[in-house]
């Protein structure tokens, strides 16, 4: 495997290192080992009958004497070389020889042992100290070679963007490649007019825009539009995720920002994207501690850059979130993000567009309508279409099909909304009927009711997780606006299915349960925020903020208001649901017949499409006229 260059600098450093704090401490250890004394001091010692044992060497002697006596015997110029007064314990000592013949002789006088050792061999000194040098040097090559040239390149990068760059060839993708999403492309093709002749824009004054802001729910094609405007443009673009910027080193973020800009200064003409942008521009709150304020200081670092380059120069930063509103306001004014760019899910034309562009790769069977599939997938986002039309591929593929025909796009979008099939979950007659019945009420409400979405399917085959059946509703347009009374047919459907168990067995089930918390916070947001009940008017009390793209609500519980005021809204609820189950109860009441035939039909088919549920609608009992409503 090869060595890449800042690894292998990292690995010459580090032996280096090794090898002088091995040479320090062997100094240290041989320095410590023994005091140096003159000849003459080790023959008085000899004298004094205190050495009892020495080394004779060829060019020196070495012993041990009692440091106590040491300093008796010794000359006070050669005490001041011992360890301090005090200090107990023996004294190793050294001394050069000398050619002295009378050694031998005052040695055995004074009764000291003696040996001869062989001459010190400087290799085995060497490697003492050597071999544990190069013992850990290889066990830290052992452990770079583990972690591998990615993380080791990352630790030596700390500071570096991890941004992608892509060059122009590597892009490949250009405004052909993005459909549904019209407004949005126009809205760009002014930036890829700014990158190719910016010229035409300052001959008269005028700024090229420092950013576009791009935002939209999950999966509309941010990503994708902000490569094709740099495909467009044929330009650098450099791709980088708003987490990337922060690590737990301190500083890191704001130095990974200034290399960013740097990059992009040398490859302008380009484009710098930052996905996930509400990851680093977070708004910054007070008194921010630990990694907020690391954040704080990456954003801080961002705001510079954006105010410090020159747009002239042709770079142009484009960014995507989809939680615009938790953003900074100083991210978002003009000077940094002059543009911003709205991306919404697709409407019906813009899905059949969204399927022809991800078909056009398939063996596609004569019957299929891909205007038929964009009617059944109101709400689906680009990504979302492009999962259908591989699941529909994958399904063909698996039962060995030469074309992928109508019922395989059905299939998928069954599989996406409601799950896979637990084909292996078998249920007792008593559950499983009592699943017909709710199901039947749900298809014959939403039949009877004129302004709701008409059935497509009725399925009681249990799909994900918690799912015992389905009614699928196929919207014949797109809506935008919902009145007050299409609202309430809405409320009626969701209580379809629980007002059919009470008339088929005199009890409900849990499985309403999903339906009821849909029906209570449908009916919670006709009082709270549509001005649509009785008793508040036209006020609203619920003041949570909504993602626009997700959909989410805040951490709050209810807007601000008084306790009278929330018993009020409660009652209204209550009163909302209760007459919704009132008409619903009469209008199964006067179809009993057609709900019983129904029910029958999916305990024997489980899946009821919508030409049988029209044949057995129209042989049955004529439709009910609808119960009337209030204003």
């Known amino acids: 495997m090869a060595v890449t260059e800042p690894r292998r600098k990292l690995q010459v450093t580090y032996l280096a290192l090794a090898l002088l704090v091995g040479l320090a401490v062997n100094l240290w250890m041989a320095r410590s080992q023994s005091v140096p004394i003159d000849y003459s001091d080790f023959k008085a010692l000899v004298r004094s009958g205190h050495v009892h044992e020495v080394q004779i060497g060829p060019a020196s002697i070495a012993g041990n004497v009692d440091l106590a006596d040491a300093r008796a015997a010794l000359p006070e110029a050669t005490r001041q070389r011992l360890p301090q007064e005090g200090t107990g314990g023996e004294l190793h000592f050294s001394t050069l020889r000398v050619e002295d013949p009378a050694l031998i002789a005052d040695l055995d006088s004074a009764h000291v042992r003696y040996a001869a050792v062989a001459g010190t061999n400087w290799l085995m000194q060497l490697l003492s100290w050597v071999a544990p040098a190069l013992i850990f040097v290889a066990i830290w090559t052992f452990a770079l070679g583990r972690m591998g040239n990615k993380q080791m390149g990352d630790l030596v990068g700390i500071g570096k963007s991890k941004a992608r760059v892509y060059v122009q060839k590597n ?26 002749t910016p010229e035409r824009y300052t001959r008269l004054g005028g700024r090229i825009p420092k950013g576009v802001l791009i935002v939209g729910a999950p999966g509309t094609g941010k990503t994708l539009l902000a490569k094709a405007v740099a495909g467009e443009a044929n330009v650098p673009f450099l791709s980088i995720s708003g987490s990337e910027f922060v690590e737990m080193f301190v500083g890191v973020g704001a130095a990974r920002v ?28 007070a008194g921010g501690f630990g990694g907020h304020e690391e954040r704080e200081q990456t954003l801080n670092q961002l705001l510079v850059e954006l105010d410090g380059f020159d747009t002239n120069k042709g770079v142009i930063i484009m960014a995507a979130t ?10 978002l004014r003009p000077g940094r993000f002059d543009r911003k760019v709205a991306i919404d899910r697709p409407d019906i034309r813009g899905r059949e567009r969204i399927l022809k562009l991800h078909a056009g790769k398939l063996a596609l069977d004569p019957d299929v309508n891909l205007a038929v599939i964009a009617a059944k997938t109101p ?4 990504a979302d279409l492009a999962n259908i039309v591989n699941e529909a591929a994958l399904r063909a593929a698996r039962q060995n099909q030469k074309t992928v025909t109508q019922a395989d796009f059905d299939a998928a979008i069954d599989r996406v909304i409601t799950g896979l099939e637990k084909k292996n979950r078998v249920m007792n007659p008593k559950e499983k009927e009592t699943v017909a019945y709710h199901e039947a009420g749900h298809a014959l409400i939403a039949e009877k009711r004129t302004t709701t979405d008409k059935v497509s399917k009725v399925s009681i085959i249990p799909r994900g997780i918690g799912a015992l059946g389905f009614t699928q509703q ?23 299915g629980r007002v059919a ?10 499985g309403a349960q999903n339906d009821l918390q849909r029906a209570t916070d449908l009916a919670r947001h006709m009082v709270t925020q549509y001005g649509m009940g009785e008793t508040l008017g036209p006020a609203v009390v619920d003041t949570r903020p909504v993602n626009p793209f997700l959909g989410e609500a805040g951490i709050a519980v209810r807007g601000e208001c008084s306790e009278e005021t929330a018993r009020q809204i409660d009652a209204e609820v209550r009163r909302l649901l209760k007459d919704a189950e009132d008409r619903v109860r009469v209008t199964l009441e006067s179809a009993r017949g057609q709900l019983e035939a129904l029910a029958q039909m999916l305990l024997e088919h489980e899946t009821v499409e919508r030409e049988t ?8 009992a004529p439709l009910q006229a609808q119960p009337g409503r209030g204003t």
């Open 474 to 496: 196929l919207p014949t347009e797109d809506r935008y606006l919902m009145k007050r009374s299409e609202l309430l047919d809405r409320l009626d459907v969701l209580l379809g």
């Open 171 to 196: 892009i490949g993708v250009t405004f052909a490649d993005v459909e549904g999403i019209d407004e949005a492309k126009a809205e760009l093709m002014e930036v890829v007019e700014f990158l190719k």
């Open 322 to 331: 989809n939680r615009p509103e938790i953003l900074d306001p100083a991210l």
């Open 258 to 285: 200034r290399d960013l800009f740097d990059q992009a200064e040398k490859l302008a003409p380009c484009i710098i994207f930052i996905d996930e942008l509400d990851a680093l521009g977070k708004a910054r709150g």
């Open 379 to 382: 709400g689906f986002a680009g």
């Open 501 to 510: 168990e009470q008339l088929a067995f005199g009890e409900v089930s849990t």
């Open 613 to 620: 549920l029209l044949g057995l609608l129209v042989a049955g």
